[in-house]
């Protein structure tokens, strides 16, 4: 089936630097990519939609100066926390919706941690 | 009031033991439904859809009733590799958006 990446898979920065996160859909095209956020033994927590050729959704509360999302291709969404801190330490997940209604590939997830 | 709400849990049962979880959604105009597997530190993954007909797929059925707006996941036959969170999950028709439940987890014991 299709098969959507993410990298890294693991990142620790120090508090204040700035984190990108690529997520790519391998073997096809995704107008449209989903970010996630999960926080330990919570719930995904959609951040944005990120969408090919225009500026990305934000959902209430997120903070678009700070979670900058660009989707510069038809396989390529990135995410970059800017000026991290460690109240941003969390799951990132991003996802690309199949063709049909129930399709939906996630990526494998990157795990931030900010010291 | 939450989007979608599943109870927590923790649910600790034997092996062999049937367990029913269950989920409620607060937005009428819904129209895809949802289980998804999650397991420590991975991403989510489909477990099946969800329709009013009911839907199984082996030891695994779920439910859905539109007038209570509640959906229903029934594990019969627990296995020890069941053990994991399962989210509910509600798929907004106009945005494609997945609205996530807190998840429920399974632990189930030898």
């Known amino acids: 089936g299709a098969v959507v990446s993410q990298h890294p898979s693991r990142v620790i920065c120090k508090s204040g630097t700035s984190v990108k996160i690529e997520c790519r859909s391998l073997?096809?095209?995704?107008?449209?990519m989903f970010w996630y956020r999960q926080f330990p033994k919570q719930s995904l927590m959609l951040m944005a939609t990120s969408n090919e050729g225009s500026k990305a959704t934000y959902e209430q509360g997120v903070e678009k100066d700070k979670f900058l999302i660009n989707h510069a291709s038809l396989t390529l969404s990135t995410l970059t926390v800017t000026s991290a801190h460690p109240e941003d330490s969390s799951f990132y997940i991003c996802s690309a919706p199949g063709a049909s209604s129930y399709e939906q590939y996630f990526g494998p997830g990157t795990r931030l941690t900010v010291t | 009031r939450k989007e979608v709400e599943q109870d927590p849990g923790p649910f600790n049962v034997p092996e062999g033991a049937t367990v029913a979880f269950n989920c409620t959604y607060s937005n009428s105009a819904s129209q895809s439904f949802f289980w998804y597997r999650q397991d420590c530190r991975k991403e989510p993954k489909l477990l099946m859809s969800?329709?009013?007909s009911g839907n199984e797929d082996g030891r695994f059925t779920a439910q859905l009733n539109r007038a209570s707006q509640y959906i229903s996941l029934l594990i019969r036959d627990s296995k020890l590799s069941d053990s994991a969170t399962y989210l509910c999950v509600v798929k907004e028709s106009n945005t494609g958006k997945l609205i996530f439940g807190q998840g429920t987890t399974l632990q189930v014991k030898p």
């Open positions: 073997d096809f095209q995704a107008t449209t």
């Open positions: 969800v329709y009013s």
